[in-house]
């Protein structure tokens, strides 16, 4: 199927005169997880990760991704593809192997990529790269908008007003603060999903597991302008109306901004995360800067903040029961990655909760998974974002490690965890390697920092860690979770690649250290957590602490007692103390109660 695909991909690049062409994974929105009509990556190779960027020449096709997908990616390409794996010594980068195809042509070749679909500064960068050779960018193609049959349409599902218990802050307000953000700016473009729903306070379903709809927003400092492709309904409409928003089609967005940009509109737009398209209408005339909104969004408010703490508590319940049910179940046969999966999905979707004594409980808000299900039994648990299918699934076995990394969302929050469970007996290079992770992620989740501390500085906590240990990871030590949006949020992050923005208080982030061993098995332990001030520090300059909000259990039957130090016994004691005082009340099954006590016992 690849190969046919990519025949008639080079049937339109030999019509076109079109020497290689670049398929990103992204969309016009520069977002992480995309729409299916723009999956123009996954469609021409067949890879199914969400990060990763196909090239196609004439004689040769090469798909680059980082390495939570280098497992995987080996095993879903077909034989036509070259792996090539991101950020490793050996591998060029595309504009090198661009560079080496391209040179060999008379006139340096000509390069496609879709000016719609990559941020302008990497096709700026790519084509200063490759000018060098005589190369020249074509952005104004898509090049497989004529080969992809039945290709999904642009989605255009109904557009909905957010929870009102997590907003906050009206839109109204949101927008007065991003005008005063724009400074001497006529205008100011906002192309991101997550922002624009965030700023409007609305939600929609236009992309799998992250509560968006497509759309652009122009704000200028007396109105404001959304363009949908979606249905508003009745109750976001009135919103809109309410804060001057004015509402027009999606597909019109690049003729206005055209017209507006005529008239030589300061604009304030990001060249790092607007698409090519959209960025070279307004360059002339720019103030080219991060989006103002994106740090307004990462910083919760006390309502946010509320909500995602009622959100850990329904998945804490649902967690504690899933977990409750699995090892008996694996015991008696029968149990697949796949059907653990759906299993932990239906137990979230039923939110099964005891709201006598917690009345924001007593609404369910589940909405959907936050991402797709890792569930990873030995060796698959060291394929860092493994996904099962019918075809791989293994069947469960009462030893070893299960790997289950998982989340939802709720119309109050998003939640992401990972818990790495012993099914039965394990080797003694397991139970090693477990204590190590764990007291790794004790060791980055216990620190105190000073006002001004980024994420990359915090990163090397949890690998000094395992350096001990003479093992590493080569993820993030955390990411950014938004507020009943993305799972995946910006731009607070902890990893090992500069992230000059700093943490403050009120962000919502992971930590997520782990160890995959190839063919062995993987362990990985994830809690959400929240930035807040260090109060027991005095001093003129303020210290921020982690606070977990992620509620559950996390397994004591792998750990070498031997290897943890009495500080890390004591934050583990502390977090299931906690664990177990917010979800007993919330237990309605007697069996699970016993379960949670069992499991969140003192070591």
Not at 72 to 87: C, D, I, V
Not at 166 to 185: D, F, P, V, W, Y
Not at 212 to 217: E, G, M, N, S
Request: charged share 25%.
């Amino acid at each position: 199927m690849s190969t046919d695909k990519l025949s008639l991909l080079r049937s339109v690049m030999q019509r076109e005169s079109l020497d290689a062409v670049i398929i990103p994974s992204s969309d016009p929105h520069n977002s992480e997880y995309v729409a299916p009509h723009w999956q123009g990556r996954k469609w021409i190779s067949g890879f199914t990760g969400s990060a990763g960027t196909a090239v196609v020449t004439m004689d040769e096709a090469a798909l680059w991704t980082d390495s939570r997908y280098f497992l995987q990616a080996g095993r879903e390409l077909s034989e036509e593809w070259q792996l090539m794996k991101e950020y490793m010594p050996e591998t060029p980068t595309i504009a090198e192997w661009l560079k080496r195809k391209m040179s060999l042509l008379p006139n340096g070749g000509i390069v496609c990529i879709d000016g719609m679909v990559m941020p302008y500064e990497e096709i700026a960068q790519l084509t200063k790269e490759l000018r060098t050779i005589g190369c020249t960018m074509r952005t104004n193609y898509d090049a497989l908008s004529t080969i992809w049959d039945n290709r999904p349409a642009k989605p255009s599902n109904d557009i909905f007003p957010v929870d009102a218990s997590i907003i906050g802050e009206t839109t109204s307000e949101k927008l007065q603060r991003l005008r005063n953000a724009m400074g001497s700016c006529d205008a100011y473009v906002m192309t991101d999903l997550t922002e624009i729903a965030w700023t409007l306070n609305l939600r929609g379903s236009d992309v799998m597991m992250t509560p968006v709809f497509i759309a652009y927003l122009y704000i200028t400092h007396s109105d404001a302008t959304v363009f949908v492709n979606g249905t508003l309904s009745p109750e976001a409409q009135g919103l809109l109306a309410n804060a001057g928003v004015a509402v027009e089609k999606y597909d019109e967005f690049v003729k206005f901004l055209r017209e507006k940009s005529s008239k030589n509109t300061l604009t304030l737009c990001s060249g790092k995360a607007t698409n090519h398209t959209i960025y070279s209408i307004v360059k002339e005339h720019v103030r080219d800067s991060d989006s103002p909104a994106s740090i307004m969004k990462a910083i919760k408010n006390d309502a946010e903040i509320e909500g995602f703490r009622h959100s850990m508590l329904r998945d804490g319940v649902a967690m504690v029961r899933f977990l409750r049910w699995l090892k008996p179940a694996v015991e008696a046969g029968g149990q697949t990655e796949l059907t653990v999966s759906e299993k932990l999905f239906e137990i979230r979707k039923e939110e099964d909760v005891d709201a006598s004594s917690a009345p924001a409980l007593a609404t369910k808000k589940f909405m959907s998974l936050s991402f797709g299900t890792i569930c990873g039994y030995n060796e698959h648990g060291a394929i860092v974002h493994y996904a099962v299918t019918p075809e791989t699934a293994k069947t469960l076995k009462s030893e070893g490690l299960l790997l289950l990394d998982s989340g939802a969302q709720y119309t109050d929050g998003t939640t992401d965890i990972t818990r790495t469970i012993a099914l039965g007996p394990l080797t003694p290079e397991m139970k090693r390697i477990y204590t190590l992770v764990l007291k790794a992620h004790i060791a980055l989740a216990s620190i105190s920092f000073p006002e001004g501390t980024n994420g990359t500085n915090l990163d090397t906590i949890p690998h000094s860690v395992l350096w001990r240990g003479k093992v590493d990871y080569m993820h993030g030590s955390g990411h950014g979770v938004g507020a009943c949006l993305s799972v995946h949020e910006g731009p607070q992050s902890m990893r090992q690649r500069w992230r000059p923005a700093p943490l403050q208080e009120g962000m919502t982030l992971t930590i997520e250290p782990g160890v995959y061993l190839e063919g062995k098995f993987g362990v990985r332990v994830e809690n959400t957590m929240l930035v807040k001030q260090d109060a027991s520090v005095d001093g003129e300059k303020k210290w921020f602490a982690f606070e977990p909000l992620t509620l559950c259990p996390i397994d004591t039957v792998p750990i070498e007692m031997d290897m943890l130090e009495q500080y890390e016994k004591d934050y583990l004691n502390d977090y299931h103390a906690l664990v177990r005082e917010k979800l007993l009340p919330l237990l309605k099954n007697r069996e699970d109660k016993t379960w949670l006590i069992e499991n969140t016992k003192k070591i």
